[in-house]
């Protein structure tokens, strides 16, 4: 019996981007899958088939010479192209707004259903967008998103803030993008002599990287602060802890593979999310590293942000602060270090959340029952 095909749409080259790769894994069991990417880079193959579905790639090696904008555009409506193509297609599946128009497009002309799932509030992902910019693409959204058959999203702020924003005839499902889950043996030790804060991520601006630096210059003296990752920030956050790197206070740890990181945070005692909101895009979030700390047996140090400041209610997995505050980033994590035995139930607290619902195989069953409903195969 033949299944029946979804195509989804990402604008990247879909092989590191783990929210697209888990879900379409999880479709794979049921249904016949495609991802269809960009080829941006030589060593990137036109095709190929991963965890049980097929990922094709509008090739834009081209257009890299081009213009930013022009550059893009070009890349969308190439993918566009590419997706219009394919045929005997159930669903197109659009990942984020850039591919939500030509999902659409490529719905109507194939007859097929249409699912938009919404990564992020992609209009308020940046503080700098310019009023007509983002008027431009609320106006394009909100049009296209009430012709989607079903609205996917990644938390339950975003889920309402899109439901109200939009008027939607019911909210979006949320889907939190947690990691897949990984039984582990133990977690770190916190009756060592040293205590080790992790960040691991970008390097990059709105993550509160360098008042996470200062609040360092603050920590107790057997706090370590070790930052694994790359960004166009390294050199100035190198510069700005040049003494507390000579001390052996902050450690600069080289990045390593998506799917190494939880294993590689495991010497670690606390998972630090130091990011601000600089837009509305940040102030709703659920960072992924947050259920990665978790997963590692990390005990969590974060921003007080609306959803983090939610589960963390439930579940106990740390303290919370103010990003733009050193002062509150190191009283924080002062207050978690004080009492080696606080701290290891703050690790415990946060493993065992992950075991249970913090984690992918808890999440992934609501995709599989949208798409039985929408496909009738429920």
């Known amino acids: 019996m033949n299944k029946k095909r979804i195509v989804m749409m990402v604008a990247n080259e879909v092989s590191s981007d783990p929210r697209v790769t888990k879900e379409a894994a999880e479709l794979a069991a049921s249904y016949d899958v495609t991802v269809i990417g960009l080829r941006r880079m030589e060593k990137v193959a036109d095709s190929e088939r991963l965890q049980d579905f097929d990922i094709v790639r509008a090739d834009v090696r081209d257009l890299q010479r081009k213009h930013r904008v022009y550059r893009k555009l070009a890349e969308l409506i190439k993918l566009g192209f590419r997706a219009v193509k394919e045929k005997n297609v159930a669903s197109f599946h659009a990942h984020d707004f850039e591919m939500l128009p030509f999902a659409y497009i490529a719905s109507r002309v194939r007859k097929a259903r249409l699912v938009y799932d919404s990564h992020e509030l992609w209009i308020e992902q940046r503080a700098d967008f310019p009023k007509w910019f983002k008027w431009i693409v609320k106006k394009v959204e909100g049009f296209f998103i009430r012709q989607a058959d079903r609205v996917i999203t990644v938390n339950r702020s975003i889920s309402k803030e899109l439901k109200m924003r939009y008027r939607l005839d019911q909210s979006p499902l949320i889907l939190h993008n947690f990691t897949k889950k990984i039984d582990l043996p133990s977690i770190a030790n916190a009756d060592q002599d040293k205590v080790i804060v992790l960040y691991h991520g970008g390097y990059i601006k709105d993550r509160g990287l360098n ?110 602060f103010d990003p733009y505050d050193p002062k509150s980033i190191a009283a924080a994590v002062s207050r978690m270090t004080a009492d080696k035995q606080i701290l290891k139930q703050f690790q415990i607290r946060a493993w065992n959340w992950a075991q249970t619902t913090g984690n992918w195989e808890h999440e992934r069953s609501k995709l599989l029952n949208l798409y039985d409903k929408l496909l009738g195969e429920a």
Do not use: W
């Open 211 to 320: 008042e996470l630096i200062e609040a360092a210059y603050h920590f107790p003296d057997r706090v370590i602060l070790q930052l694994r990752g790359m960004g166009p920030l390294e050199p100035e956050l190198r510069k700005l802890a040049a003494p507390l790197i000579q001390s052996g206070k902050v450690q600069f740890l080289a990045p390593v593979p998506m799917n190494r990181l939880v294993h590689a945070a495991r010497e670690a005692h606390i998972g630090i999310i130091p990011y601000q909101p600089t837009c509305l895009n940040n102030l709703y979030s659920l960072p992924n590293k947050l259920s990665e700390y978790a997963m590692a047996g990390l005990s969590v140090c974060a921003s007080d942000l609306p959803e983090i400041n939610a589960l963390n209610n439930s579940v106990r997995f740390g303290e919370l």
